[in-house]
């Protein structure tokens, strides 16, 4: 009786304290210790401040977030803040009025905002064509190359810092009983970042921040096709193991040990860590020392979040406070010590160095100095509509090219045509 | 003159006191026929199953055709009427053929195996005597299993790093690579595809076998020696009427239940695997956030499936005696 009483007590005093507090929601994509790492975040946001009560929503996969945002919003019912991931930032993007730009509403909200805070390889993804900030870089990742220690000391070998460097050491690691090489998610790897590490043009429009209209993709290009001939090549000399178009079966290989090299995200490093019973390491993805300007930074992976507009203005301030708290040093370093995402402020990743980190773990280091390389024309970022679906194209004719159905020419060149037609269609939502 | 203002008249009064009758609930024979004795009653039992299909059928239904002329803006911020090119747009991508004709293949296969397996072992399990319980069990049990479970663990089977029957077509020198191979994902989903479905057409099956009299049953016992013959001619034409109803059945499960099969196989990266069109509406519509070409592909989708119904009951049933 008396244990009711004070429970009832209990729910009325929180209810009543809840009342008082501003309350916003966060609608994200993430799984699994990524998932849980979220709530933490949000449990240390809330503990850290009275006024405003941040709640995290777990809403399946990347892609489902953005749907069920994007379902949520024309209901009216929209989340406070909405995680996009990278391919989808042109919807969101272009949808203008969905979104408050994190910078504005950063700004409204009184606090300060600078960009130059971000490191480099982070400033362009997610902002328009005059580098403002619509989107807040989140959990961010590079793609990196992480190879078995003891498979490189088998065949006497040294990690590759090119392509060429690869073709030197693939055969004698296929001497040693390996398969050299496996790589996750193609599209990411060995298209978007192969723009961005060897600074080659992706889509016209300056790949495609300018303008919605008229923006089309650059792929059947000779260092495009190249790339892939090799691929192709390297996978008939069993010097490269293609496994479709799933991520979890590209990496099996390395996780098995058959593999000696993977191309995963730095944000895996976490995982591999529990999942690889040998010693590992990372270094950047390679690039072709023969394309001139090559070796430039890489586009960010990942997603940002997103502050959905048609909210009430202390519901905004909240979400521009945790905005603010997410981008913090300490919050910054905790996320990149639990997850393996990169930090993205210059002020993180030197508390983290300072804290010597890096010396315990080298490899966590690889993602955000491959993001602090110099920048091209070309390695800051792109934005095309309906970019899942040039991706779902390129995966498609993936699988035909190593299957040996398509030659990679005219695989690039159904790509660009297909893709064109994606992004027309898109101009014409957006118009 | 006179006649025309009399009939009237006189038909008034007739349906007047039918109505009444029928109002009042005074029936010439109570016994034959239940009547409600107010008339809104019946639709008040109605209602909630119509609300259902109204809601959740005709709305979406006419929400898709409006929304499959325009092409729109995800967020709903604007949208541009487009009359048919959203319809040019699908059927004329290279992949809507291949699709559409994958699907079509898939119906026919797994409709056909899971109907020809699901009565072969109906068949033999109705002649079952010792262990019939169980062994009806053992069959009837996967049933229980849902469909994106079923695809779980057929691709524990199919896995190319860890699954045993990639060994064992290894073992056969067929190098299995389901998620890659086109043909060998086909193989795949459409063995999990069928191994769902049989339970489901062997109770129907079974039920049907039991219901088929003795009498009838000895009677062509002396007719004919041969078994297959008794199946064939008294057998199956009284089992007509389950077969087409699990026809229909088999034909929509293949269409639309083996969605989370193909979800779970090709790990939501069809790639060039092999999908349904009802998949990829799904990804065109909810991956890809195109809603008008989605809503064009669900609409021809939702002709394609009247038609058929249509010329199921017009040229089958014609040939099904309901016993």
């Given at each position: 009786?008396?244990?009711?009483?004070?429970?009832?007590?209990?729910?009325?005093?929180?209810?009543?304290?809840?009342?008082?507090?501003?309350?916003?929601?966060?609608?994200?994509?993430?799984?699994?210790?990524?998932?849980?790492?979220?709530?933490?975040?949000?449990?240390?946001?809330?503990?850290?401040?009275?006024?405003?009560?941040?709640?995290?929503?777990?809403?399946?996969?990347?892609?489902?977030?953005?749907?069920?945002?994007?379902?949520?919003?024309?209901?009216?019912?929209?989340?406070?803040?909405?995680?996009?991931?990278?391919?989808?930032?042109?919807?969101?993007?272009?949808?203008?009025?969905?979104?408050?730009?994190?910078?504005?509403?950063?700004?409204?909200?009184?606090?300060?905002?600078?960009?130059?805070?971000?490191?480099a390889g982070?400033?362009n993804?997610?902002?328009?064509?005059?580098?403002?900030?619509?989107?807040?870089?989140?959990?961010?990742?590079a793609p990196i190359l992480?190879?078995?220690?003891?498979?490189?000391?088998?065949?006497?070998?040294?990690a590759p810092k090119t392509w060429e460097d690869f073709e030197k050491i693939?055969?004698?690691?296929?001497?040693?009983?390996?398969?050299?090489?496996?790589?996750?998610?193609l599209?990411w790897m060995m298209v978007e970042n192969f723009k961005s590490r060897n600074n080659q043009q992706f889509a016209t429009n300056n790949n495609g921040y300018?303008?919605?209209?008229?923006?089309e993709l650059i792929v059947n290009d000779e260092n495009q096709v190249m790339m892939f001939e090799k691929l192709?090549e390297w996978?008939?000399?069993?010097?490269?193991?293609?496994?479709?178009?799933?991520?979890?079966?590209?990496?099996?290989?390395?996780?098995?040990?058959?593999?000696?090299?993977?191309i995963?995200?730095?944000?895996?490093?976490?995982?591999?860590?529990?999942?690889?019973?040998?010693?590992?390491?990372?270094v950047y993805m390679p690039y072709w020392d023969a394309i001139k300007g090559a070796g430039t930074q890489s586009f960010?992976?990942?997603?940002?979040?997103?502050?959905?507009?048609?909210?009430?203005?202390?519901?905004?301030?909240?979400?521009?406070?945790?905005?603010?708290?997410?981008?913090?040093?300490?919050?910054?370093?905790?996320?990149?010590?639990?997850?393996?995402?990169?930090?993205?402020?210059?002020?993180?990743?030197?508390?983290?160095?300072?804290?010597?980190?890096?010396?315990?773990?080298?490899?966590?280091?690889?993602?955000?100095q491959q993001l602090m390389l110099q920048g091209g024309d070309w390695s800051k970022g792109y934005?095309?509509?309906?970019?899942?679906?040039?991706?779902?194209?390129?995966?498609?004719?993936?699988?035909?090219?190593?299957?040996?159905?398509?030659?990679v020419k005219?695989?690039f060149?159904?790509?660009e045509?297909?893709?064109?037609?994606?992004?027309?269609?898109?101009?014409?939502?957006?118009? | 003159?006179?006649?025309?203002?009399?009939?009237?008249?006189?038909?008034?009064?007739?349906?007047?006191?039918?109505?009444?009758?029928?109002?009042?609930?005074?029936?010439?024979?109570?016994?034959?026929?239940?009547?409600?004795?107010?008339?809104?009653?019946?639709?008040?039992?109605?209602?909630?199953?119509?609300?259902?299909?109204?809601?959740?059928?005709?709305?979406?239904?006419?929400?898709?055709?409006?929304?499959?002329?325009?092409?729109?803006?995800?967020?709903?911020?604007?949208?541009?009427?487009?009359?048919?090119?959203?319809?040019?747009?699908?059927?004329?991508?290279?992949?809507?053929?291949?699709?559409?004709?994958?699907?079509?293949?898939?119906?026919?296969?797994?409709?056909?195996?899971?109907?020809?397996?699901?009565?072969?072992?109906?068949?033999?399990?109705?002649?079952?005597?010792?262990?019939?319980?169980?062994?009806?069990?053992?069959?009837?049990?996967?049933?229980?299993?849902?469909?994106?479970?079923?695809?779980?663990?057929?691709?524990?089977?199919?896995?190319?790093?860890?699954?045993?029957?990639?060994?064992?077509?290894?073992?056969?020198?067929?190098?299995?690579?389901?998620?890659?191979?086109?043909?060998?994902?086909?193989?795949?989903?459409?063995?999990?595809?069928?191994?769902?479905?049989?339970?489901?057409?062997?109770?129907?099956?079974?039920?049907?076998?039991?219901?088929?009299?003795?009498?009838?049953?000895?009677?062509?016992?002396?007719?004919?020696?041969?078994?297959?013959?008794?199946?064939?001619?008294?057998?199956?034409?009284?089992?007509?009427?389950?077969?087409?109803?699990?026809?229909?059945?088999?034909?929509?499960?293949?269409?639309?239940?083996?969605?989370?099969?193909?979800?779970?196989?090709?790990?939501?990266?069809?790639?060039?695997?092999?999908?349904?069109?009802?998949?990829?509406?799904?990804?065109?519509?909810?991956?890809?956030?195109?809603?008008?070409?989605?809503?064009?592909?669900?609409?021809?989708?939702?002709?394609?499936?009247?038609?058929?119904?249509?010329?199921?009951?017009?040229?089958?049933?014609?040939?099904?005696?309901?016993?």
């Amino acid at each position: 009786m008396f244990k009711t009483a004070t429970t009832t007590i209990a729910i009325l005093l929180t209810g009543s304290t809840a009342m008082a507090q501003t309350e916003i929601s966060w609608w994200h994509g993430m799984g699994g210790r990524n998932g849980e790492v979220i709530n933490e975040i949000s449990q240390k946001f809330n503990e850290a401040q009275s006024e405003c009560r941040l709640t995290p929503v777990s809403r399946g996969t990347y892609e489902e977030a953005l749907s069920s945002g994007i379902a949520a919003f024309r209901s009216g019912e929209q989340p406070n803040i909405l995680q996009v991931f990278d391919a989808g930032a042109a919807t969101i993007i272009a949808a203008k009025g969905a979104t408050i730009a994190a910078e504005d509403l950063i700004t409204a909200a009184g606090e300060t905002f600078d960009r130059d805070a971000f490191i480099a390889g982070v400033r362009n993804f997610y902002a328009d064509s005059e580098g403002k900030f619509i989107g807040m870089p989140f959990n961010s990742s590079a793609p990196i190359l992480y190879y078995n220690t003891e498979a490189f000391e088998k065949a006497g070998v040294t990690a590759p810092k090119t392509w060429e460097d690869f073709e030197k050491i693939a055969p004698a690691l296929k001497e040693a009983g390996y398969l050299p090489l496996t790589a996750s998610q193609l599209t990411w790897m060995m298209v978007e970042n192969f723009k961005s590490r060897n600074n080659q043009q992706f889509a016209t429009n300056n790949n495609g921040y300018d303008a919605v209209g008229g923006t089309e993709l650059i792929v059947n290009d000779e260092n495009q096709v190249m790339m892939f001939e090799k691929l192709k090549e390297w996978a008939d000399n069993g010097l490269f193991g293609f496994y479709g178009a799933g991520w979890a079966d590209n990496l099996k290989p390395f996780e098995q040990g058959e593999s000696a090299m993977w191309i995963g995200s730095s944000g895996s490093f976490g995982g591999l860590q529990q999942s690889a019973d040998f010693d590992f390491s990372a270094v950047y993805m390679p690039y072709w020392d023969a394309i001139k300007g090559a070796g430039t930074q890489s586009f960010i992976g990942g997603a940002a979040l997103f502050a959905m507009s048609g909210k009430p203005e202390e519901e905004n301030t909240c979400t521009a406070r945790f905005f603010t708290f997410l981008t913090s040093p300490e919050t910054q370093v905790f996320y990149h010590k639990a997850t393996g995402y990169v930090p993205i402020t210059e002020a993180a990743y030197e508390l983290a160095k300072s804290q010597g980190y890096y010396e315990e773990k080298p490899v966590a280091e690889v993602g955000i100095q491959q993001l602090m390389l110099q920048g091209g024309d070309w390695s800051k970022g792109y934005r095309m509509g309906f970019y899942p679906q040039i991706r779902t194209v390129m995966e498609r004719e993936f699988n035909r090219i190593f299957s040996g159905e398509v030659s990679v020419k005219d695989a690039f060149q159904i790509i660009e045509d297909e893709g064109n037609q994606l992004l027309a269609r898109f101009a014409k939502t957006a118009g | 003159m006179t006649d025309t203002t009399i009939r009237p008249v006189a038909a008034d009064r007739a349906l007047l006191s039918r109505l009444r009758a029928w109002y009042s609930a005074e029936t010439p024979n109570p016994a034959k026929r239940v009547q409600f004795n107010r008339p809104f009653t019946p639709w008040l039992f109605l209602l909630p199953q119509l609300a259902v299909v109204v809601i959740f059928f005709y709305w979406p239904s006419v929400q898709a055709v409006t929304s499959s002329f325009y092409i729109e803006d995800p967020f709903g911020f604007g949208a541009t009427f487009v009359g048919m090119e959203n319809y040019t747009d699908a059927v004329s991508s290279s992949q809507y053929a291949g699709t559409a004709f994958f699907t079509a293949f898939f119906c026919v296969v797994v409709t056909a195996l899971s109907l020809g397996i699901g009565l072969l072992l109906a068949v033999k399990a109705d002649k079952v005597i010792r262990g019939a319980a169980t062994y009806k069990t053992l069959l009837i049990s996967v049933y229980a299993i849902a469909p994106p479970v079923a695809g779980l663990i057929g691709m524990m089977f199919f896995d190319m790093h860890i699954g045993p029957l990639t060994d064992i077509a290894a073992f056969f020198g067929h190098d299995l690579r389901v998620g890659i191979d086109y043909w060998d994902t086909v193989f795949a989903v459409t063995i999990i595809s069928v191994w769902k479905q049989i339970p489901y057409n062997f109770i129907f099956f079974l039920s049907g076998l039991q219901s088929v009299p003795v009498s009838v049953r000895e009677a062509a016992l002396i007719d004919a020696k041969s078994g297959w013959r008794r199946f064939m001619d008294v057998t199956l034409p009284l089992l007509a009427p389950t077969a087409f109803f699990l026809l229909v059945i088999n034909i929509t499960y293949a269409m639309f239940d083996t969605f989370p099969i193909f979800d779970v196989v090709v790990k939501d990266k069809p790639a060039n695997n092999p999908i349904t069109l009802v998949y990829k509406v799904y990804l065109d519509g909810f991956k890809g956030n195109d809603i008008g070409g989605s809503s064009a592909q669900s609409v021809i989708l939702m002709v394609v499936v009247a038609a058929l119904t249509v010329l199921q009951f017009r040229f089958l049933e014609r040939r099904v005696h309901y016993g």
